[in-house]
Nanobody
């Protein structure tokens, strides 16, 4: 079984920074794409940023230039550095990863963390 665990959320003032971390644990052969999503109250979950196994990144227009996604494959971790935070960034942030298990190395499955709350407010 695979688990994803996020950390690093909290309350921050507008213009501040936070760094989210997510670690994958369990029966892992390889991690393909990793991503961060967020869901604000009353809104649908939206994609924030992705990073492929090759290191290519992609961002939602709303966070380009402010957020940076990175990964450390040796530690099975993905990070989201969030700068110049705005009140509209307030949401629960979820980690997602496409992971292959040793029992089936040709097929990846999508796993989600439980989420971490980010609140941007003065």
């Amino acid at each position: 079984q695979v688990q994803l665990l996020e950390s690093g959320g909290g309350l921050v003032q507008p213009g501040g920074s936070l760094r989210l971390s997510c670690i994958a644990s369990g029966s892992i052969f390889r991690i393909d794409d990793m991503a961060w999503y967020r869901q604000a109250p009353g809104k649908q979950r939206e994609l924030v940023a992705t990073v492929t196994s090759g290191g290519s990144t992609n961002y939602a227009d709303s966070v380009k230039g402010r957020f940076t996604v990175s990964r450390d494959d040796a530690k099975n971790m993905v990070y989201l550095q969030m700068n110049s935070l705005k009140p509209e960034d307030t949401a629960v942030y979820y980690c997602n990863a496409e992971i292959r298990s040793p029992s089936n190395i040709f097929t990846s499955h999508s796993y989600w963390g439980q989420g971490t709350q980010v609140t941007v407010s003065s």
